[in-house]
């Protein structure tokens, strides 16, 4: 053997230190023994978080993605701590999460023998994730987590997996690391065709009430500033989808406000009487579209997109302009006239003070005795940070938080947007947290979703992030009930929670922690927890059964959106 | 709904035929038949596909397809601008084996490639339709077993593969 020999597992390190990691989140167990033992030499070079659940781990992998721009990492071992990743990679699918999770496997020689800890983990997690692989001979490690970063980051980002044997970890082997730029059968880059932002240039100058919706595909693009460039010359009202929000900020003019089921009332219902709609970076999720029977029909649809597969996936569209929107969108600002819309933005304006009269005004300045989700993000807008990153779990709370928070920056929104996975929100807050820690990161939960990944309290104390966590206590599962009594005769069926004393579970993990049930003590308590150095647990009690609106009902068109 | 030929070239890595069935799985859309088999080029394979559906779903299948990774390119013909061949096997009883038979070999341009003390194989190459009339007919003659591949093609137009190889 030669003295350049090197263990598999220190390839496996030595490969995330090459590719620029800097922290990675996992669980150990017998397959992975050998990567933790050499991450035990490197620990100065790449930090290790233990989570409390695997699950924890990956979702913490996400939140430090999502805010970083980087690829999130973690680690597991076989059987039961791969499968405890499979929410997450589906979440990160969906997400488009650039991720890369290595997960130890059984030794070669017992794959497929029912092995103790054997799982299928490449079969099972094929549909919920960009690529995968599996690593069976320690000469293959450093290419493979070389082409899995490559994949996870490039075109449109998405999860990775890596199963590594555990002979391919003992084994030893030459370490010679090189990065992958590409190989043949992966396009990344796609060159925006001319003709097609002449085609889109044409319709939008012509347009007599043109509209733009963007989604999360501009922070990926890193298109912020070329959105803003955009808008500012074409004059173009502008609204966002959940994941859209951060890419412009809620301070620019033409911003109108948000999409989608719970969006706002105006951005909805004139979607149906725009005549031309530019969609950028955005899939037409069904939760943006309601009956599509029944969306935009009157328009000349413009997609902006990279991924070729969702062209005309979902809404059909007139001018296609494939390729980076940060390219297409700096090539379309200079191909459109200086315009101004004034009546149109006027209609805008005229619905929003509808909805503001209807609905924001009693939800952030109630007269009722009970506490509002609303005037919580309203508090917390007033005390943070521009730059404040807003984590939150699945549910009405998550829902009001995106409605009210006021995003002024990107990458400062983080959630379950595609898969609504709850429980995601404590764990993303952390890992967005161990991203920087001079950051504020708030995370907005509810009751249930805090249950279902509450042992991340413990992740939370060892490594002393600094995340504010905002409990929304409704003693419910909230956004399920709304539905049981708008569309199912409120019949509460398996919905009312009878919930433990969360102050105490948040002291027990040493976490300063209080509660607020009157509307007099919400003021201070969110100021004390804003300058609290260090982690704090807040949890408010809001009314039982307040309901989330404007909605747009399933079935439903964007113009039928409601507002009661 | 009209019958399309899916053509994959992709590179040969362990698991993509299953990730592209499950695009398939996931509509519940039914393959009708599949193939694989080397290409021309070394390390290049090709798996040609036919699937009943409309064309719009077809579109979406083949994007979906090519967004695979290790996929190479993916494409889709209707039937009319591919060349294409299937082969079946069926396996007669010899006591069944009369002028009758023979008659309708002949008129099918079947051949007898093994011939066994119990039985006989017939072989049949040609397009489904073809095969299924022969087929009903030979259920007459107490057919024992059948077996038909799946569709080997390859398209009209004359881009060659080495185009989508760069
Ligand atoms: C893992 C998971 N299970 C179930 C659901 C369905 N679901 C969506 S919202 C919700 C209720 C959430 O309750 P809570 O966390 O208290 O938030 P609230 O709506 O009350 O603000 C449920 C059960 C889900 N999104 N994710
Ligand atoms: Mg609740």
Redesign the interface.
């Known amino acids: 053997m030669k003295d350049s020999m090197i263990r598999g597992a220190d390839i496996v390190v030595r490969s995330l230190i090459a590719e620029n990691a800097e922290i990675i989140f996992g669980y150990p167990g017998g397959a992975i023994m050998p990567v933790y033992d050499a991450l035990h030499d490197y620990h100065d070079q790449l930090r290790h978080v233990l989570t409390r659940h695997e699950q924890g781990a990956i979702h913490a992998a996400q939140g430090y993605a999502r805010v970083s721009g980087k690829v999130g990492v973690c680690i597991a071992t076989s059987g039961p701590g791969a499968t405890n990743l499979i929410t997450g990679l589906a979440d990160a699918q969906i997400d488009s999460t650039p991720l890369v999770c290595i997960t130890g496997q059984v030794a070669s020689h017992l794959l497929g023998t029912d092995a103790f800890q054997e799982t299928d983990v490449?079969?099972i997690s094929?549909?919920a994730t960009?690529?995968?692989i599996?690593v069976r001979r320690v000469e293959d490690i450093a290419s493979a987590i070389a082409k899995g970063f490559y994949?996870a980051k490039s075109g449109r980002p998405g999860p990775v997996l890596i199963d590594i044997t555990k002979d391919a970890q003992t084994n030893f082997g030459e370490f010679n690391y090189s990065k992958c730029l590409g190989f043949?059968?992966?396009r990344t880059h796609i060159p925006v065709e001319k003709t097609a932002i002449q085609e889109a240039a044409f319709l939008i100058n012509m347009a007599k009430r043109p509209y733009l919706l963007f989604g999360q595909g501009v922070v990926l693009g890193e298109a912020e500033e070329e959105l803003k460039a955009f808008l500012d010359k074409s004059g173009i009202p502008a609204a966002s989808t959940l994941l859209g929000s951060g890419a412009l900020s809620e301070d620019h003019p033409n911003y109108v406000g948000k999409l989608g089921m719970h969006g706002n009332y105006a951005p909805n219902l004139l979607t149906n009487q725009c005549d031309v709609l530019i969609a950028v970076g955005m899939r037409f999720d069904d939760r943006v579209t309601g009956d599509l029977k029944r969306y935009a029909k009157q328009a000349k649809v413009i997609h902006l997109e990279l991924?070729?597969?969702e062209?005309?996936?979902i809404v059909k569209c007139e001018v296609a302009v494939l390729g980076s929107c940060k390219d297409s969108l700096s090539l379309l600002a200079d191909a459109v006239n200086v315009n101004a819309y004034p009546d149109w933005m006027a209609k805008f304006q005229e619905l929003a003070d509808q909805e503001n009269a209807t609905v924001i005004q009693p939800d952030l300045k109630p007269t009722k005795p009970g506490l509002t989700m609303g005037e919580v993000i309203h508090q917390i807008n007033q005390y943070k940070a521009d730059d404040a990153i807003l984590v939150t779990d699945v549910g009405q709370h998550q829902m009001i938080a995106w409605r009210y928070f006021n995003y002024k920056k990107p990458r400062t929104q983080v959630t379950s947007g595609g898969l609504g996975t709850m429980g995601f929100a404590l764990p993303a807050a952390l890992g967005a947290q161990m991203y920087d820690f001079s950051r504020q990161v708030v995370c907005v939960v509810g009751d249930g979703g805090i249950q279902m990944t509450i042992q991340e309290l413990g992740t939370i104390m060892q490594t002393k992030a600094p995340v504010k966590i905002v409990l929304l206590n409704n003693n419910f599962l909230g956004m399920v009930r709304q539905w049981q009594q708008m569309f199912f005769d409120k019949r509460y069926s398996f919905t009312e929670l009878d919930n433990p004393d969360f102050v105490k579970i948040a002291e027990a993990y040493s976490i300063q922690a209080q509660k607020v049930t009157e509307r007099g003590d919400l003021q201070e308590a969110i100021e004390d927890m804003l300058i609290h150095d260090g982690p704090y647990f807040l949890e408010v009690v809001v009314e039982k059964e307040d309901n989330v609106f404007p909605m747009i009902a399933t079935g439903c068109s964007v113009e039928e959106v409601r507002l009661s | 709904m009209k019958r399309y030929t899916i053509f994959v070239i992709t590179e040969n890595f362990i698991g993509i035929l299953n990730r592209i069935t499950i695009i398939f799985t996931r509509r519940g859309i039914n393959i009708d038949a599949l193939t694989a088999s080397e290409s021309r080029l070394e390390g290049i394979h090709r798996i040609t596909i036919e699937v009943t559906a409309s064309e719009d779903t077809v579109i979406q299948l083949v994007n979906q397809i090519e967004k695979i990774i290790d996929v190479i390119k993916a494409f889709y013909h209707e039937d009319e601008s591919v060349v294409y061949q299937e082969i079946a096997l069926y396996k007669i009883p010899v006591s069944r084996l009369d002028g009758g038979l023979e008659k309708i070999i002949r008129q099918h341009n079947a051949k007898i490639i093994a011939a066994e003390p119990d039985f006989v194989v017939l072989e049949l190459t040609g397009h489904k339709e073809q095969t299924q009339e022969l087929l009903e007919i030979l259920k007459g003659y107490g057919l024992l077993e059948f077996a038909r591949s799946g569709r080997v093609a390859v398209a009209k137009r004359m881009l060659t593969i080495d185009s989508f190889v760069k």
């Open positions: 490449v079969g094929m549909p960009k690529w995968n599996q994949i043949r059968s992966y991924d070729p597969a062209i005309n996936k």
